[in-house]
């Protein structure tokens, strides 16, 4: 499937929902294994979501993979978060020796982890760097610009972030593999999120709004006040996935947007993970509503504006720990969620197997 | 640690609570972790714990094991359970053959499963089995007295099903398993838990008691009535776990709790399942409020009452995904939560080891 060249307009045709048919097939199936109707709960509605997105009754999510999006933002200039800058390049550094939350929860369900440069402000040399056959340098722009002073980007820059998203795992999934998880990496990328978040779901700025890696109550006022002037000066139009992004940014989150588009249109689940991830979820849905059949949610995030988000997808996070580190980990959590509902799925014997007697 | 032949009282006297020294060394190593403060939530407090009980800051959980308590109960001839009796001899069978529930969460883990009798009415015949050297024959009795006409069982019979499970689990910790989940498997046994978790939590009946495996209305009144009645007839003493337990039953339960008094007896963690496993962990707390500290809970069952136990406990459940099939399988897969929350705090880089800036 060469899906790598495609463009925007064309991807978001060719998505369509998930085949019921097969959702009900696997439910046929659950009904037969050996256990009191359902008593798995959620983990058979993922197993048989997952058969519906890989149309089968035997799925499959061996060869996993996380794609950490990482880019920079203007806003930081209003002193919208509690790091500096350059954390989000020396975050890449560690991503690739392996020394990182999202290595070491991708590790633990043998996903491997790729970065993408997206749009980060330092240069990242790839020569010094163990992991750079897992680095791809898809810089749209050195940054955004400031979200609160005009736009984040141009229209163009936008449609180009999602799509390198897109290409990206496009080409992972050419490649083999089954499920991917979206992460993050970029200081102050809350602010665009919750701006992002606040467009989307029509909620209010006080209730999407949280600390992030831990700003201050002054710092959480200054975070409110940047999207309050933000979204007055940009009047981003919500019925534009497009123009939210470009308006409000940042190119790690249309990555993400692209990343879900293109497992929408291969037919391959996408697991996002907290505020950011879902950020990028809102701006897919809202180019192409359809994205949410093929997307679970790792965790709600304690990042308060999450659940909103997910309310408004609805999609129902698997875990619920008060996670809100991003990289991609509340989602690398879930799959080991998601690794159990297969194996009841595929592993467990039937009552008629097992010759065990069934209800009275 | 010779503990196999120690009486109840002596067990109970030596139990302590965690040592809170441990846990405060193991969040300063936390904070020095390359992310936000505390920013994987609940994953801190469980690694935190796990340094407390192990008196260590490298927790280890590598070698894990989940002990199955099967059992009868004679409460099942008031019409209590949508499956008929001989499906616990039946489970037991394939358990040993790899092929329920448990033994797939459990395979994901790594975990072994080891199945007892404690007191089912069938007799299983090992030399048949593929697993016999993972199944112990301890029937305390062939199934309980009906708990709704009087004793569930004896004093005696109470204390030797908590001791049998307090031996057993001893010797899997005394051959170096470092986590133990417990599970059950007894047609009827949701009866018994309800009844327990009523006297002592000191909740309704009506709160307490759910469907089990699937009764209808009328079943889920029969339950109540069984409940109602059990507690009239032999009125358990809620300051006296052990005539609690023999008042209403089972053996399983009561060796369940003896596996949690093991557990903290030994300072090794345990976790817990769902409704039945919280019963057990009841009736050990009331002999002994310290175990709780070496408990983790590893979801929140569909079976409403376990919110009370669990609340009663005050513990926090890790999953939450609308389980109720007992086994052990909920802290099967919580025992990934766990592993990952491990990993995050043995393998993670610190700032310092990173080299990345601090919080400005």
């Known amino acids: 499937m060469v899906s790598e060249d495609i463009g925007l307009v064309e991807i978001v045709k060719q998505i369509i929902p998930v085949d019921e048919k097969w959702i009900k097939k696997a439910r046929e199936r659950t009904a037969q294994l050996l256990m009191p109707a359902r008593a798995l709960g959620r983990l058979h509605d993922i197993s048989e979501r997952l058969c519906g997105i890989q149309e089968t009754l035997k799925p499959s999510i061996e060869r996993k993979a996380f794609m950490v999006m990482a880019g920079d933002h203007g806003v930081v200039k209003e002193g919208v978060s509690a790091f500096p800058q350059e954390v989000t390049g020396e975050m890449i550094k560690t991503f690739l020796n392996n020394g990182a939350g999202i290595n070491v929860l991708a590790g633990q369900v043998n996903a491997d982890v790729f ?8 240069d990242i040399d790839p020569a010094t760097l163990n ?26 820059e936008a449609g180009k972030s999602i799509l390198t ?22 200081i102050g990328n809350t602010t665009p999120s919750a701006a992002i978040g606040t467009v989307l ?35 981003p139009n919500r019925k534009d996935g497009l123009d939210v992004l470009s308006k409000l940014g940042g190119f790690e989150i249309g990555g993400i947007a692209g990343c879900i588009l293109a497992g929408a249109y291969h037919k391959r689940p996408v697991v996002i993970d907290g505020f950011i991830s879902t950020a990028g979820a809102l701006v897919a849905h809202a ?13 709600c995030s304690e990042e308060p504006g ?9 999609l129902e996070p698997i875990l619920d720990l008060g996670m809100r580190l991003g990289e991609g980990t509340g989602g690398a959590l879930a799959m080991c969620i998601i690794e159990g509902a297969v194996r009841i799925f595929t592993d467990m014997l039937t009552f008629e197997e097992a010759g065990v007697t069934g209800k009275e």
């Open 165 to 186: 998203g897109f290409q990206l795992a496009a080409g992972l999934f050419n490649k083999g593999v089954q499920i991917l998880g979206t992460g993050d990496m970029g």
């Open 131 to 156: 992991g750079r056959d897992r680095f791809f340098i898809k810089k749209v722009a050195k940054g955004t610009a400031n979200l609160s002073r005009g736009p984040a980007m141009t229209r163009e």
């Open 287 to 299: 180019l192409c509503p359809a994205v949410v059949d093929y997307l679970f949610a790792g965790h």
């Open 115 to 122: 970065v993408v440069d997206m749009g980060v402000v330092s």
């Open 306 to 314: 999450h659940r909103l988000m997910l309310k408004h997808l609805k």
């Open 201 to 235: 779901t029509g909620s209010l700025i006080e209730e999407m709004v949280g600390r992030g890696t831990g700003v201050d109550d002054k710092g959480l006022f200054r975070k409110q006040e940047a999207i309050r002037k933000g979204i007055e000066i940009n009047q």
